[in-house]
């Protein structure tokens, strides 16, 4: 019972310890990094150095809440969990979109970090970007939509097949990542990745009644700019394979319905069917091919 106390006073000493301990220890050694931030708006602005004592097993979070403690309080970054669950701390470390909470300071061997907002993006202030454009492609996905009522009864592989596109923490990175975007600024023709994974979601979804393929091609959606380069895979925190299990299946339906000739010859005929309610509308636009 002592034995079980003094244990529990020991965790209660430790978890009040005090956070700077090791950074003042470090710095007695000499130990530092150095981390080049952006500091600016929409207007512009320039990359600021800071230096800050290396501690062990610190991330780039960890190194900016630092800044903004002790040398630069007006610092903006936006982030909530520090847990890789979120999606708010997402930035550009050395140019390549990270979690900043998921960064270790040690993978970058001691050169300096340079820590940017998202590029695709506009800036709000330093590291913030606006990425409201993202909730107004959200708004324009076909919804899900069934003829059932829940709970659903499906078949296991169903199921299976839903759940990667289910962990997208929206951190859009693969949105910053993705050159259609980021290069090419279409973001008034492309939905984006994100937007894919999610479309894959509900097309695969066997209780949606739903077609999404002209809103692919022919809307909001613009999934023919992409050419399937793989970079927004290899920037996912949570290892979503977006290209070959989001973005490849929805080319191939897209394929299928506009590059199938026996499929073209009866759109000719019957007319093209409407993305948000399946009806048959015809070439002079009326509902039912009439």
């Known amino acids: 019972m002592e034995e079980?106390?003094?244990?529990?006073?020991?965790?209660?000493?430790?978890?009040?310890?005090?956070?700077?301990?090791?950074?003042?220890?470090?710095?007695?050694?000499?130990?530092?990094?150095?981390?080049?931030?952006?500091?600016?708006?929409?207007?512009?602005?320039?990359?600021?150095?800071?230096?800050?004592?290396?501690?062990?097993?610190?991330?780039?979070?960890?190194?900016?809440?630092?800044?903004?403690?002790?040398?630069?309080?007006?610092l903006a970054v936006r982030w909530n969990c520090k847990a890789a669950h979120c999606g708010s701390c997402s930035a550009e470390i050395n140019g390549k979109p990270k979690l900043l909470c998921k960064a270790r300071v040690e993978e970058y061997g001691g050169q300096d970090i340079r820590v940017h907002p998202m590029r695709a993006f506009p800036v709000i202030k330093d590291l913030v970007s606006d990425v409201s454009w993202n909730y107004e492609v959200a708004r324009s996905?076909?919804?899900?939509?069934?003829?059932?009522?829940?709970?659903?009864?499906?078949?296991?592989?169903?199921?299976?097949?839903?759940?990667?596109?289910?962990?997208?923490?929206?951190?859009?990175?693969?949105?910053?990542?993705?050159?259609?975007?980021?290069?090419?600024?279409?973001?008034?023709?492309?939905?984006?990745?994100?937007?894919?994974?999610?479309?894959?979601?509900?097309?695969?979804?066997?209780?949606?009644?739903?077609?999404?393929?002209?809103?692919?091609?022919?809307?909001?959606?613009?999934?023919?700019?992409?050419?399937?380069?793989?970079c927004c895979t290899e920037v996912c925190p949570a290892g979503i394979h977006i290209t070959d299990n989001s973005i490849i299946p929805l080319k191939e339906r897209v394929a299928d319905e506009y590059y199938d000739p026996a499929k073209w010859l009866m759109r000719k005929i019957r007319g093209r069917r409407s993305p948000k309610t399946g009806q048959i509308i015809g070439r002079n636009g009326n509902r039912n091919g009439g």
């Open 141 to 230: 996905t076909i919804p899900f939509t069934t003829d059932e009522q829940a709970p659903f009864e499906m078949y296991e592989e169903d199921v299976e097949r839903l759940y990667e596109p289910k962990k997208c923490i929206e951190c859009f990175m693969c949105q910053d990542v993705c050159h259609v975007l980021r290069t090419h600024q279409k973001h008034e023709e492309f939905a984006g990745p994100r937007f894919f994974v999610r479309n894959q979601w509900l097309e695969m979804h066997p209780k949606d009644t739903e077609r999404r393929v002209e809103y692919l091609k022919e809307g909001r959606g613009g999934i023919g700019y992409c050419n399937i380069t793989k």
């Open 4 to 74: 079980q106390e003094a244990q529990q006073k020991d965790m209660a000493s430790k978890a009040h310890a005090d956070v700077h301990a090791d950074e003042e220890d470090a710095a007695r050694e000499g130990e530092s990094y150095k981390l080049r931030i952006f500091r600016g708006d929409a207007e512009g602005g320039r990359e600021v150095e800071y230096e800050i004592p290396a501690v062990e097993g610190m991330v780039v979070l960890d190194a900016i809440l630092y800044i903004q403690a002790h040398q630069a309080g007006d």
